[in-house]
């Protein structure tokens, strides 16, 4: 199979936070893992289900994230919900830090994705949505749907 450059696989998709969150910005962060835990990423053995995003210290961190152990991993192997770093500038880490604690918004990992031979994770700032907000993104979606069909 040829390479393709402008081919860059998604390991993980959180799916449900575009359900629960309206997502208003995102960026793009490296992540600082060990050998063990790109190897499980690089399988796709990495799940953002119940993960954020949180500034402690001036650091931003990725919390709750479940990357599996490498199965032919031995005594190195690594934590599977320990916190990783995320690496970003430190001018928006601050600005993160502030969006947090002054509009009460939150930082949710929206995917996992290979670029550049690079892991990457993208994280969204996010508000959460009520319960008639994702009533309307359903019915928003279901008619968009039929209006293609019938198109």
């Not at 390991?11 to 490296?30: P, S, W």
């Not at 604690?101 to 969204?124: C, Q, S």
């Not at 700032?125 to 069909?149: F, I, P, T, W, Y």
């Amino acid at each position: 199979m040829a390479k393709n450059a402008k081919f860059d696989p998604v390991f993980a998709e959180n799916r449900k936070a575009r359900h629960d969150y309206t997502v208003l910005d995102t960026i793009e962060c490296g992540i600082q893992l060990r050998g063990t835990e790109v190897k499980s990423v690089r399988h796709g053995e990495v799940s953002l289900s119940g993960a954020y995003g949180a500034v402690l210290k001036g650091e931003l961190w990725l919390v709750g994230a479940d990357i599996a152990a490498y199965r032919f991993g031995n005594r190195f192997n690594h934590e599977p919900k320990s916190m990783r770093k995320l690496l970003v500038h430190a001018n928006e880490v601050e600005e993160l830090r502030l969006k947090t604690e002054a509009k009460g918004l939150t930082l949710i990992p929206l995917k996992v994705y290979l670029k550049g031979g690079r892991i990457k994770v993208a994280l969204g700032v996010c508000r959460g949505k009520a319960l008639h907000d994702k009533r309307e993104s359903l019915k928003d979606k279901a008619m968009r749907r039929d209006m293609e069909r019938g198109a």
